[in-house]
């Protein structure tokens, strides 16, 4: 009996993690259209993920928690604008990666900006800039911050 339930809460944990594993998109283009099809801000985390202690903790206490994962299915699309060192990155990716840093005036990792994409009357989308975080080490009071923005 004990072999049972113990299979069966592995099992089930394997599924909640599952379902709690969110899209983090790398192509700007592709989260737009999402993000204007779902009418949702974008989320966009600019991260030195291989080098970076601070982006390595917000990963750790508060993007990859329970928490955090309910509240962005729910609000937000998820892009990584990511700044390795050692990784290896696609030249196409690395070009966009730096003209969205210099757009939001990033100075620092981690930073987090949420922007709202508009579409204008040419067709063309614009993003307007709802605001930007950084480090937290409470998931709570990091999603509290972030629904000051998303309320805008």
């Not at 962005?72 to 290896?88: M, Y």
Request: some cysteine; charged content about 20%.
């Amino acid at each position: 009996m004990k072999k049972i339930i113990l299979i069966f809460t592995f099992l089930l944990s394997g599924f909640i993690a599952q379902a709690q594993e969110l899209n983090w998109h790398t192509d700007m283009a592709k989260a737009t259209e999402q993000a204007l099809k779902e009418n949702k801000p974008l989320m966009l985390f600019f991260t030195g993920s291989d080098w970076c202690g601070w982006c390595i903790k917000l990963q750790k206490d508060v993007l990859k928690t329970t928490e955090f994962a309910n509240w962005a299915t729910q609000n937000v699309i998820l892009v990584e604008l990511d700044f390795p060192r050692s990784k290896p990155q696609d030249a196409v990716l690395k070009s966009q990666n730096q003209q969205l840093a210099q757009t939001f005036g990033i100075q620092g990792y981690p930073t987090v900006w949420f922007v709202k994409p508009v579409k204008g009357d040419d067709n063309k989308v614009n993003l307007s800039g709802l605001g930007s975080l950084g480090y937290d080490k409470s998931a709570v009071n990091w999603i509290t911050n972030a629904n000051t923005f998303l309320a805008k």
